[in-house]
Structures are given as C-alpha cells and as structure tokens.
Nanobody, 119 residues
Framework: QVQLVESGGGLVQTGGSLRLSCAASGRTFSSSTMGWFRQAPGKEREFVARSRGSDGSTNYADSVKGRFTISRDNAKNTVYLQMNNLKPDDTAVYYC????????????WGQGTQVTDST
C-alpha cells in the first residue's frame, strides 16, 4: 500500500520559514514527478511546486516563485518544500502528491499538513 505522509507544518509569523517533508512508502518515487499542492479555506486546491524525477527539473506557481524550493532525497524516498518569507496568503493545508505514469495523474496523496500565518 502506497502512503505519503507530510510533516513540518505549524504556526509561523509573516516573513518566517518552514520546511515541509513528505515521506513515501510502498513504492519508489525516485523516477516519478512529485508535487506539492495547497488548499486554503473556501478555495480550491492549487498547484504549488513539482519536481520531475526523470530530469530533476522543477516548476513553481508564480505566487511562490523565489520563496519556496522543492527538493528530494531519493535515498529516503522523501520530498521537501522549503518555504521562506511566508505571507498570510500562504496559510493553507499543504499536500504532497505522487504522479502515476500509467494513469497519467497525481494518483497518490498525503493527508495534508496545516501551515498558518499567525501574525
């Protein structure tokens, strides 16, 4: 059974930093795209960042570009999201997701971790 477990969320003041982790088990994601998404209260879930396993390239939503960095440790089957200079609009539940090359979608999802700007 594939599981993604996020951790690292919490309260942070505007301008602060957090590092989210997503540990995968049940299959290896080293060659797969891994993504981070977020959902704020009353809003739809939105894309934040992704890391392609095939070539290591990364992509970011414009709203987080220059502040967030996605990285991965394939030996630990873990993907990270370093979030710097956090803003009130970053308050959301953050989810990691694993791409499935057969169904061509983000098939695997974590339970989410809450990030809240406490300012």
């Amino acid at each position: 059974q594939v599981q993604l477990v996020e951790s690292g969320g919490g309260l942070v003041q505007t301008g602060g930093s957090l590092r989210l982790s997503c540990a995968a088990s049940g299959r290896t994601f080293s060659s797969s795209t891994m993504g981070w998404f977020r959902q704020a209260p009353g809003k739809e879930r939105e894309f934040v960042a992704r890391s392609r396993g095939s070539d290591g390239s990364t992509n970011y939503a414009d709203s987080v570009k220059g502040r967030f960095t996605i990285s991965r440790d394939n030996a630990k089957n873990t993907v990270y999201l370093q979030m710097n200079n956090l803003k009130p609009d970053d308050t959301a539940v953050y989810y990691c997701a694993g791409w499935d090359s057969i169904s061509l979608r983000y098939k695997y999802w974590g339970q989410g971790t809450q990030v809240t700007d406490s300012t």
